[in-house]
T-cell receptor, first 115, second 112 residues
């Protein structure tokens, strides 16, 4: 597609439920990044993919968070047993390659609210 | 871990005023980026800086990559209503890893 597409745009869930957030990057972009934006906070790095591989998972907040990417395209961020502190906007971005020389194009985000 | 300190956190200015915001880091970056986020949207790249000392303009926006490689600033001249939003600095050091680290943002408000 023309841009990075994220779904759902809004998700309200109950504490303890699992959620899946999806990111469709720009076609041909090999790098994909996930960030979390909490209210009034900056963009917290979660994980990035080069192709289907995630070289650095150290940004994931806990073992309840996981992410995968298949076919070098779509990525899914899964949060298990959601907690209220997981409430945030989850932003996905893609670029032609990894690193700062490659422009990140962001999606509009998935707003997660955990009740 | 790597930290980017961005200031000010928020600014309230009159239309037409110039704006200045900056970002400092505890470690060296070899790329500095400035993004803007409008409400309900993802951040969009404004300016990219790749060389220490580099000064780059994009219309009314000017940004500089500090000589120490640990800081950068963004200036906006003659602000207009559509400049409202959150401005983020971001840094990357390819010699360290492929993470692009963002600051906490500067929220710009323009008073009527």
């Amino acid at each position: 597609g023309a841009g990075v597409s994220q779904s759902p745009s809004n998700k309200v869930t109950e504490k303890g439920k699992d959620v899946e957030l999806r990111c469709d990057p720009i076609s041909g972009h090999t790098a994909l990044y996930w960030y979390r934006q909490s209210l009034g906070q900056g963009l917290e790095f979660l994980i990035y993919f080069q192709g289907n591989s995630a070289p650095d998972k150290s940004g994931l907040p806990s073992d309840r968070f996981s992410a995968e990417r298949t076919g070098g395209s779509v990525s899914t961020l899964t949060i298990q047993r959601t907690q209220q502190e997981d409430s945030a906007v989850y932003l996905c971005a893609s670029s032609l390659g990894v690193g700062g020389a490659n422009v990140l194009t962001f999606g509009a985000g998935s707003r997660l609210t955990v009740l | 871990g790597q930290q980017l300190n961005q200031s000010p956190q928020s600014m309230f200015i009159q239309e037409g005023e110039d704006v200045s915001m900056n970002c400092t880091s505890s470690s060296i970056f070899n790329t500095w980026l400035w993004y803007k986020q409008d409400p309900g949207e993802g951040p969009v790249l404004l300016i990219a800086l790749y060389k220490a000392g580099e000064l780059t303009s994009n219309g009314r926006l000017t940004a500089q990559f500090g000589i120490t490689r640990k800081d950068s600033f963004l200036n906006i001249s003659a602000s207009i209503p559509s400049d409202v939003g959150i401005y983020f600095c971001a840094g990357h050091n390819q010699n360290r890893d492929d993470k692009i680290i963002f600051g906490k943002g500067t929220r710009l408000h323009i008073l009527p």
